[in-house]
DNA sequence: CTTATATCTGCGAACGTTCACAATCCGCGC
DNA sequence: GCGCGGATTGTGAACGTTCGCAGATATAAG
C-alpha cells in the first residue's frame, strides 16, 4: 500500500549493483562456464540484495523455446473432465508438479480426439514436448505423433500401445509378481488372473505375463478368467467372477487388473455366499479409494502417481536422443481381502 | 522430414502478404477499434494463408502481462501430491483446462506452508492470478494473502474462510436441502446431520444451515450428531455414528457433511446391525468413487469440479473490482442407501 | 621482455510483439 | 478554396533477455 508497487528490477539494476555489464549478469546466472567465480558470486549478491529473478518471458523470447510443456488428458467423447480415471487425475497433477519444479509451465486440455490437439500445437508450436496421458486406440492420432516426433517435437505417453514412442508405465511384472507372492505367502494355493489380454490396454496384458512368470517360478500353472466388454469395469468383474464360481473352477484366490473389476469380483463373490478372504483371495491394481471402503478391503498393488508424473516429464524434457521407456516401481497395500485368517 | 523445419512465420511476414506495415497486422489480430475493416479481412487472410500465430512470448514481454495463473494445493505437512483427497484433484485438474481455454498457463504447486509460495510467487511475479485450493488456518498465509491483493495480484480461493477474500464454494445451503427434501420424500421421518460445526471447514457449516433450514421449513427440529477429531473423517462418521446407536436418539437417517464420514457410518451401523436403507437412511457430500463401491452403495450430493474450476479462473482473470463470490450448484445421486424398501 | 594463448568480459544486435506518437488521407464547413 | 477534425495507418522505440563476436586482461612460454 504506501510507496506504491515499486518496478521489477532487471539485470540492469544488478549489472549497476555489482559493477558489471548486463550480459555478465545474465551469464552468471545462467550458469555459463566462462565467468570466473569471483564475478558470479558478487553478481548473485546483488541479485539477491535486489530481489532480482530472471524473467522468463524475456529469457524465452531469446532463447527461442516455450518454456512449457502440454498436457493432453485422452477421454471419450462427451466425457467432462470430471469423469475420468481418479489415477489419471493424479497423473495429471503430478505430471505439473514436475514440470513447474523444472520451470515449466504447463498447457493441459481433455481431448477425446487427440489428433485435433496435436494439430493445433503442432501448427502454434506453444509447447516445448508433450505429455500424453491415456490409450487411445485411434490410427490417425498415431499419424500425428510420427510427425510431431520427426520435427523433433518431444512427446511421452503414459501406457502407449505404439512401440515407436517414448513412454512411461508402471512396473506392471513386478506387480504381477507381487500379487502372487503375496497370496501364496497368505496361505492361497491357485490364484487365477482376472481380465483380458490382447486388449488395447497393454498394461493389463503385462500383469499377466508377471503373473504367469511367478506362478511358473512357483511350480503353478498359470490360469486365465477372461473378461468380456461391458459398460463397466466392475460389471466385467462381476461377471468374470460369476462365470468362474458357476463353472466350479478350482481356484482360491483371484489377481485382478484392476481394481475397479476386483471390487466387482468382491460382489459377485459375496452374493453367491463366497466368503472373502476365508474361501477366495482377492487382489487389485491401482489402489482406488474405493478399495478402502469395500467390504472386506481390498488389498491391492498400488502404483506411484507422483513418481510416474516425474518419470514423464524427465522423459519429454531430457533431449537424450535415446528412446526413454521407463517402469515405475509399485507397491503392495495388503488389508482384509488376503488376510485368510487362521 | 524432406525439406526441413520451416522457419515459424512472424507478423513481418503476414504484413508483407498483406501489403501493411507491420504493427497493423498486430493491431487487426488483436481486435484493435481503430482498424478498417478491409484492412482486417485482408490480414487475417494473409494470417490464415501462412499459417501465423501470435507468439506469446513476446506479446507478454511487450504488454507487460504473464499469460500465467498459479495453482496452489494446500496439502498436509509431507503429503505427496498422491495422497490429497480426489475431489481436489478432480479441481485442479478441471481449473487448469479452463485456464488453458482462456489461452492461460498454470504453474503448480502442492504445498503444506502456503506462505512459502505466496512469497516466491509475489517476488517472482511470474503470474497474472493465483488459484488456492483447500483449506488452511495458517495465520501467516493470510497475511501473504492480503499483501498479494494490496498489490493488485489477484487471488481466488476454494472454500476460503476468510471473507476477505474472493473465493468459489460448492452451494452447499442447496446441498443440505436437498438432502433433506429427498430424505423426507423417500419416506424417513427424522434425519440428523453427522459432523461438527465452528471448525476451518466453512462448507460443512454451511451445509448443516441449508439442512437446519430444510428442516425447519418441513415442520422439523433440526439435529446434530457432533463428530470429534480423529485420524481420518471414516473414523469420525464411525464414531459419530456408533454414539448415536448407543445413546438411541430418534432418528432414522443421517446426512453426513462428507462422504468419507457417510462411509464411516455406515460400516458402524453394519456392525451394530442397523439395516441402511431399511433402519438407516444414509446421504454423504462429495460423490467419491468410494460411494459407488460400499455397500449399501451411497446416496450422495455431488459437487461440480468442472464448474468450479470455471469459476475460479474467472474469478481470478476477470478484473471486475467487485469481489467475486460464486455458488457453484450441486446435484443429487441416488443410490441404495436411501432406497427404503417398500 | 615479447608474443602466443587461454580466460574472461563488454559491446551491439536480435528475438517478435505492442505502444505512443506522428503522418496521412478523407470529407466537410466556413 | 482552405483549414480542420476524425478515422486509419506508418514510424520508431521499448519490453528484458541471450548470443556472437571482439576486446581486454592475465598467465605461460619462448
Not at 82 to 96: D, E, K, M, Q, R
Not at 98 to 126: D, K, N
Amino acid at each position: 500500500m504506501s510507496g506504491g508497487s515499486r518496478r521489477r528490477p532487471t539485470s540492469f539494476d544488478v549489472a549497476e549493483r555489482a559493477g558489471v555489464s548486463q550480459p555478465t549478469v545474465s551469464r552468471a546466472l545462467s550458469g555459463s562456464p566462462a565467468i570466473a567465480e569471483a564475478t558470479r558470486r558478487k553478481v548473485i549478491e546483488a541479485a539477491e540484495a535486489l530481489g532480482y529473478f530472471v524473467d522468463e518471458r524475456a529469457a524465452r523470447l531469446r532463447r527461442g523455446s516455450t518454456g512449457t510443456l502440454a498436457v493432453v488428458v485422452i477421454c471419450r467423447e462427451g466425457d467432462s473432465a470430471a469423469s475420468i480415471n481418479p489415477f489419471a487425475y493424479a497423473l495429471l497433477g503430478s505430471v505439473c508438479v514436475a514440470a513447474s519444479e523444472r520451470g515449466f509451465e504447463t498447457l493441459v486440455s481433455f481431448q477425446a480426439s487427440p489428433e485435433a490437439f496435436f494439430g493445433h500445437y503442432q501448427e502454434q508450436g506453444r509447447a516445448d514436448g508433450l505429455v500424453v496421458i491415456g490409450t487411445t486406440t485411434n490410427a490417425p492420432a498415431w499419424e500425428h505423433f510420427r510427425a510431431l516426433d520427426s520435427e523433433g517435437r518431444r512427446v511421452a505417453y503414459w501406457g502407449s500401445p505404439h512401440d515407436e514412442l517414448d513412454w512411461v508405465r508402471s512396473d506392471n511384472h513386478a506387480a504381477g509378481r507381487l500379487a502372487v507372492e503375496h497370496l501364496l505367502a497368505a496361505g492361497y494355493r491357485r490364484p487365477c488372473f482376472l481380465g483380458a489380454l490382447n486388449t488395447p490396454q497393454v498394461q493389463f496384458t503385462e500383469r499377466y505375463e508377471g503373473y504367469a512368470e511367478a506362478m511358473r517360478a512357483a511350480g503353478l500353472e498359470p490360469c486365465l478368467a477372461p473378461t468380456v466388454n461391458a459398460a463397466t469395469r466392475e460389471e466385467e468383474g462381476r461377471r468374470a467372477a460369476r462365470r468362474l464360481i458357476e463353472r466350479g473352477e478350482d481356484i482360491d484366490a483371484v489377481f485382478a487388473a484392476c481394481d475397479a473389476m476386483a471390487l466387482g469380483a468382491l460382489e459377485a463373490f459375496a452374493a453367491a455366499d463366497v466368503t472373502v478372504p476365508r474361501d477366495m483371495g482377492v487382489i487389485g491394481f491401482d489402489d482406488l479409494v474405493a478399495g478402502r471402503f469395500s467390504r472386506p478391503p481390498l488389498t491391492t498393488i498400488a502404483p506411484d502417481p507422483a513418481e510416474a508424473g516425474a518419470a514423464l516429464v524427465e522423459a519429454v524434457l531430457d533431449d537424450s536422443d535415446a528412446m526413454a521407456r521407463r517402469r515405475v516401481p509399485v507397491s503392495l497395500i495388503v488389508r482384509d481381502s488376503t488376510l485368510r485368517a487362521g
